[in-house]
């Protein structure tokens, strides 16, 4: 993002876009911490105040796609500037779902609190899973704002074992689901929790994605690690 | 010496040369002629070698280093005229190479002293770019010293809260928050400081407070044990005087109902009286190692407290009083330090054995003098014994493995607290050895240095 362009104006425009997207990102990650402490002291207050800030992430998202449909419209970029400004569309979506999946979580803590079961299901086993999406989302916008494709392979490869940890949780519930069969609202209930923060992760694999995007110029959505790194060898 | 005197010796030279010879075929005047116009053409040509060395060597100091001091004498081979002028220049290099020099060495100072301060510090540009940061705020902030040059600082530390004092321009506020790089395990906090300087520039400084907010929370925590501990037994104590007061009672019930309230005052008055050792202990300057006391003594002290301790819990009770076993070799040497304390402490373990153990139990305290010429203070019983979890935090304040069970036998939580302290003023080291139905040992072993035969 320090490539200079021959309209000054038109730098520091992209500057600011990327600095919203960095705003947001910061609000959406503190969203998936508090969510993830709600979640660990089972604290109604704190599943409510991030139901509440969710509004915020979603007006950010609309600011956003409206400064970077003006500049497209404007400055008609190309090349890299038109690859940031797309990447930087897609980010925007996924941040977006992030901050959904965190309302998602907020709002299932929220029920099992008020709801007083679900204490004696295996919650202690979602932490290895929460805070590994939560260091994937922190890394990712790390790696967006130093557009490091190295430090978005690393992220890529990580994701496996969130969806990994999340396959095991599942086999968990089913065991608790086959041993009481009153305990299968809560475990499904619980079962959507952990969707929710493998999604989380699934949102950190696309950014890193975009990441690569931006500075290689090639789509690797869709395709193997193996095939990713094999495309990025090539000059 | 001018330019033009050599000019002028050359061309006399050369028509002196040339008029010689030449003044035959073209005559005396035009001889002198052509001889003067060699004689300037040899000058020339010399003077423009002596020129473009002088050049080559400036285009060299070009492309060298500032800091080679070598690449800055000049050419040899130089005459006169450009003699003089290398050695300006070089001399006037000179002057500025040091003057770098030392600029660079002062500079080099600063970034040291910066390196060397415990907090992180970040220079921030008009743009609020970074553009030198220390290692501190590398760790605090997960930063890479080198590559996040000019990155915007907002793109790499995302906290909202900092993110709006950084736009609102908070100055004097300090802006609390938890680092980057803080796992579960190891949480980390910070404080960050803002502080414009120069033209337009920030001076980002950042703190750890870990530890600060964990005093502060365990001060908060103890504050809160000790009300709890002191407003149980005044409830009780509040509740048996009203009942005294409204109701009729025969001498029998008042009595009983004395003999209780009694019992709590007791309870609150121990409390009282371990908070005040271990502020004491908190307070009071390191013991004197110079006095020395038999251990025997110590000993005997303990066992006859810990026997009328027993006696007692086995008249309320009424069960079999405790098995208490003492050491009874004559010869125990003696110890260095404060003897109250250190009485304080063995006895605080001794019924701490009694206290956790149904009546009947059996007490062991063993002294021991090990090889290394360390000794172990012992105390076993065989008791229930205590849970893995519990072990690691017997020793803090008001921590308590069966709180109602504990309570009621009159301890106040603080005692293992005590024993931790005086020991760790002698350097002594506590250890605790214990399973679920196999009883448990305690340990204290005393540095060489404070034992004597």
Request: proline share 4%; hydrophobic share 45%.
């Amino acid at each position: 993002m320090n490539e200079k362009h021959l309209s000054s104006q038109f730098d520091s425009d992209l500057n600011n876009i990327s600095s919203q997207l960095m705003a947001m990102g910061g609000l959406v990650e503190t969203q998936v911490h508090r969510a993830i402490a709600a979640l660990a002291g089972f604290s109604a207050t704190l599943a409510a105040e991030v139901i509440e800030t969710d509004d915020q992430v979603d007006n950010m998202e609309v600011t956003i796609d409206r400064a970077l449909t003006s500049i497209i419209a404007l400055r008609q970029p190309t090349a890299r500037d038109l690859r940031l400004l797309l990447a930087i569309s897609k980010i925007t979506t996924n941040l977006e779902r992030v901050g959904d999946e965190t309302h998602k979580i907020a709002r299932m803590v929220k029920s099992i609190v008020e709801s007083g079961g679900a204490r004696n299901m295996p919650i202690g086993d979602l932490r290895v899973a929460t805070d590994l999406a939560a260091d994937l989302i922190h890394r990712a916008l790390d790696a967006f704002a130093r557009l490091d494709v190295s430090a978005a392979i690393v992220i890529m490869k990580e994701d496996d074992l969130i969806d990994r940890e999340f396959k095991g949780f599942t086999r968990k519930l089913i065991t608790y689901m086959v041993e009481d069969p009153r305990a299968i609202s809560d475990s499904l209930n619980l079962l959507f929790l952990a969707k929710a923060v493998e999604r989380i992760g699934d949102h950190a694999k696309n950014i890193a994605e975009f990441i690569i995007y931006i500075v290689k110029g090639t789509d690797v959505r869709h395709s193997s690690l193996t095939q990713v790194e094999t495309a990025l060898q090539e000059p | 010496m001018s330019r033009f005197l050599f000019l002028f010796a050359f061309m006399l030279i050369g028509a002196g040369l040339f008029g010689a010879v030449f003044s035959a075929p073209l005559g005396t005047n035009w001889g002198l002629l052509a001889g003067g116009l060699a004689g300037a053409l040899v000058w020339l040509v010399r003077e423009d070698r002596q020129g473009r060395r002088l050049l080559d060597w400036l285009s060299a100091l070009k492309k060298t280093p500032v800091s080679d001091a070598a690449a800055i004498a000049s050419p040899a081979r130089l005459s006169f005229f450009w003699r003089e002028f290398a050695e300006h220049a070089e001399r006037v290099l000179r002057l500025h190479h040091r003057a770098l020099q030392k600029q660079r060495l002062r500079t080099e100072n600063l970034i040291d002293a910066l390196q060397a301060t415990p907090n992180g510090i970040i220079m921030l540009d008009a743009r609020r770019r970074i553009q030198w940061m220390n290692t501190f705020a590398c760790l605090h902030f997960a930063l890479d010293a080198e590559r996040d040059i000019g990155q915007s600082i907002t793109h790499l530390l995302r906290d909202p809260v900092f993110v709006a004092g950084l736009v609102r321009q908070e100055f004097c506020k300090p802006i609390l928050l938890t680092s980057p790089c803080s796992t579960p395990r190891q949480p980390m906090r910070l404080s960050l400081q803002l502080c414009p300087y120069g033209k337009n520039r920030l001076l980002l400084l950042s703190q750890e407070i870990t530890h600060i907010e964990k005093a502060e929370a365990g001060q908060r925590a103890f504050i809160a044990n000790v009300s709890h501990e002191l407003r149980t037994p005044l409830t009780v104590l509040a509740g048996f005087i009203e009942t005294l007061q409204t109701l009729p009672l025969d001498e029998e019930e008042r009595q009983d109902y004395l003999a209780r309230m009694e019992r709590q005052a007791l309870q609150m008055q121990t409390l009282v009286a371990d908070l005040l050792t271990l502020s004491c202990l908190e307070e009071s300057p390191p013991p004197d190692f110079t006095q020395w006391s038999p251990i025997r003594g110590l000993l005997t002290v303990c066992a006859a407290e810990a026997r009328a301790f027993a006696g007692l819990i086995a008249k309320n009770a009424q069960a079999k009083a405790h098995q208490i076993h003492f050491p009874a070799d004559a010869g125990l040497g003696e110890i260095a330090g404060n003897a109250r304390e250190l009485q304080s402490a063995f006895s605080n373990l001794v019924h701490n054995a009694i206290r956790h153990t149904p009546p009947g139990s059996r007490v062991d305290v063993y002294w021991q003098h090990n090889e290394d010429g360390s000794a172990t203070l012992t105390v076993q019983d065989n008791g229930p014994g205590i849970a893995p979890e519990h072990l690691s935090r017997l020793t803090e304040r008001f921590y308590r493995v069966d709180p109602g069970r504990s309570r009621e036998s009159g301890g106040t939580g603080l005692g293992l607290s005590i024993v931790k302290h005086v020991l760790q003023r002698h350097g002594a080291a506590l250890e605790i050895d214990s399973a679920p139905g196999q009883g448990a040992r305690f340990s204290a072993t005393f540095p060489k240095s404070g034992i004597r035969h």
